[in-house]
């Protein structure tokens, strides 16, 4: 995940304002190092002649994506445009998961808004090579028609809506709203994601 800000131009890279030089990028940290494996990952030799699509970044499974996120932390209608041209060296490369007319075609690299990403912006692109962080507890609750395309990735606060801290049983209560919340995603083909849960103590992380 990559946290960004706007400032003066330059997408910089950090988890807060005081966290920010202009020596930490989006490009430099992100964008160039991605660019470098996927070079080294598709070499131009004989092995790779007849290949129909590039391999990807993981070595034992050359078809499987990596998901990028990108946390906009300044005002997303100003960022996104920034954040749209930085991709251009993956999308060059046709490494970027694409949707044209509603129709998902994978690539490489699937990229996902997130924080102050704007749905309105992201929902304007067409075709469209960065997609939206969904509200995984609003997906069944929703004026907007979720689906893949449009947001391939839906996502909730653990604690603020499951609450289950690993350690004591959890409750049925709790369960039913995990479950619902998954299945409600996976029927709209879109993947569930919970941050924000329990690290510490590693029993309480491996049971959640």
């Known amino acids: 995940e990559a946290d960004v800000w706007i400032v003066d131009g330059q997408l910089l890279i950090g988890h807060e304002p005081a966290a920010l030089t202009t020596d930490r990028t ?37 078809g499987t994506p990596l998901q990028l996120l990108v946390d906009m932390k300044t005002d997303g209608t100003e960022t ?28 490489v690299f699937t990229v996902v808004g997130t924080g102050n990403t704007p749905l309105e912006g992201i929902q304007a692109l067409e075709p469209r090579d960065i997609f939206f962080d969904a509200p995984l507890n609003e997906l069944a609750n929703s004026s907007t028609m979720w689906n893949a395309s449009l947001a391939p990735l839906a996502s909730v606060d653990y604690e603020a809506v499951v609450g289950w801290n690993g ?37 309480a992380r491996n049971n959640v």
């Open 26 to 62: 989006f490009d430099s940290l992100y964008i160039q190092p991605l660019v470098n494996i996927l070079a080294m990952q598709n070499p131009s030799d004989e092995f790779t002649v007849n290949a129909t699509s590039p391999n990807g970044v993981f070595d034992t499974s050359s």
């Open 80 to 107: 996104l445009p920034f954040v749209l041209k930085a991709l251009e060296p993956l999308r060059k490369a046709n490494y970027l998961t694409t949707a044209v007319q509603g129709n998902l075609i994978m690539g």
């Open 167 to 203: 350690i004591q049983n959890i409750t049925e209560e709790q369960r039913s709203t995990i479950t619902s919340l998954v299945q409600t995603a996976h029927s709209l083909g879109i993947k569930a994601r919970f941050w924000d849960t329990p690290a510490w103590p590693i029993q």
